[in-house]
């Protein structure tokens, strides 16, 4: 969120039980906090409250990232948290990465599980010694992730791992191509 204004309108989406609301708060954003699940929102705005943060421009609504019903450009930025590992068809991961492309005029940061770590060996070793079948959860190659990404007509401004070749917890962040 490196050089998003104190002031500027963010989405969290998917908010969860809004456990990166106070962060938000604390870089002097005002926060929409969405999720596909009524029953997240709800504790979304749970946490919110207890932190004391709440401002007016502080929402809290149920959207879905393949189609979040939030207007063109209307956020200066956005936080995609713990989904994408998620999304095992690359055909709703491209869908996702487009809608908040439409909605978003500055950076997108998007968490997924990249495969490039020790700690998906365990996967791996399920999957295809195993043969487990898996539909949740799964790790996405940086380069399957970065075709999507430009498929999506986004464009990497910085990949961040938490735990380089250790974690399958990875941040990257984006920008729509034409910004």
């Known amino acids: ?75 200066d930025a956005v936080l995609c948290n713990r989904l994408f590992h998620h999304l095992a068809d690359p055909n709703i991961r491209r869908q996702g990465l487009r809608e908040l492309s439409r909605i978003c005029s500055g950076p997108i940061v998007v968490f997924f599980f ?20 898996f539909k949740d959860r799964i790790p996405i190659s940086p380069f399957t992730f970065l075709k999507d990404i430009r498929t999506a007509g986004l464009s990497v401004v910085k990949w961040l791992p938490s735990r380089s070749l250790i974690s399958k917890q990875w941040y990257v962040v984006l920008r729509p191509l034409e910004a």
């Open 1 to 75: 969120m490196a050089g998003v204004p104190c002031g500027a309108l963010v989405l969290d989406l998917p908010c969860g039980a809004g456990r990166m609301y106070p962060l938000l708060k604390q870089l002097g954003f005002f926060v929409v906090s969405a999720d596909v699940s009524p029953y997240m929102v709800q504790a979304a705005r749970s946490c919110a409250e207890a932190t004391g943060q709440m401002s007016d421009r502080d929402l809290f609504c149920v959207a879905d990232v393949v189609n979040t019903g939030f207007k063109d450009k209307q956020f």
């Open 114 to 133: 990249s495969t490039v770590a020790t700690d998906v060996v365990r996967f791996f070793v399920e999957k295809h010694i195993f043969r487990k079948e």
